[in-house]
């Protein structure tokens, strides 16, 4: 088994919510990303924890907020988003960094 | 700093000609490389990956081959279909404990029925 799940596949929120997107994978990877996908470009890095700790910013934002709550699962916090947070975003995991990394198939973010 | 560059950026070919996608990168010191391929809308499917320590990887239609020195890695695609319409993205792992992917921009292809 190869899976990573996100949910929810579609997101609708409003500049003032908060809402969460979650991430679970039962591979026994112990690192897990955050990534952020505008149309038609690559995918840009977020957050990297290893080993349930939080090793790499990106300099993202204070509105996201991750959350590693077990090796399994991993929670993106979202708070007053704007607009052009808007993006489809991907959570991924590796056996440890720089092993192969697997994708999920994104959350669509869309942000009014 | 690693940056991965791909070649062509777009791709349109007849269905069953065999085509080769293109992935360089600036700094030979990587410890794996990775294609992927991406459907619009739709997450990353790891296609292959290749080690520092390997030449070549084959999967079904798909062979990928790695010059680390000279910072080359190829796709070929044999016998292509129009299901292999995607973008196909090339990644590295930079030998560098932390770093984590670096990807490229990716090439999209159409397959032409």
């Known amino acids: 088994d190869t899976e990573v799940t996100q949910t929810p596949k579609h997101l609708v929120m409003g500049m003032t919510n908060k809402k969460s997107l979650k991430c679970e994978q039962h591979?026994?990877?112990?690192?897990m990303y955050w990534y952020k996908q505008k149309a038609k470009k690559p995918p840009e890095l977020m957050f990297v924890y290893s080993y349930e700790k939080l090793s790499i910013n990106e300099s993202v934002p204070s509105r996201f907020s991750p959350e590693c709550p077990n090796s399994s699962l991993l929670n993106l916090h979202l708070h007053a988003l704007q607009p052009e947070d808007s993006a489809l975003y991907l959570c991924?995991?590796?056996?440890?960094?720089?092993?192969?990394?697997?994708f999920g198939q994104g959350t669509r973010l869309t942000v009014v | 700093k690693q940056e991965v560059t791909q070649i062509p950026a777009a791709l349109s070919v007849p269905e069953g000609e065999n085509l080769v996608l293109n992935c360089s990168f600036t700094?030979?010191?990587?410890?794996?490389l990775q294609w992927f391929r991406q459907d619009p809308g739709k997450g990353l499917t790891s296609l292959l990956l290749i080690q520092s320590s390997q030449r070549e990887q084959t999967s079904g239609r798909l062979n990928a081959s790695l010059d680390k020195s000279s910072g080359r890695s190829t796709l070929y695609i044999a016998a292509s279909q129009p299901g292999d319409s995607a973008t196909y993205l090339c990644?590295?792992?930079?030998?560098?404990?932390?770093?984590?992917?670096?990807f490229g921009k990716g090439t999209r292809l159409s397959v032409i029925a």
């Open positions: 991924a995991s590796s056996l440890v960094g720089n092993t192969e990394a697997f």
């Open positions: 700094d030979s010191a990587i410890y794996n």
């Open positions: 591979m026994g990877h112990r690192a």
């Open positions: 990644a590295v792992w930079p030998d560098s404990g932390n770093t984590p992917l670096v």
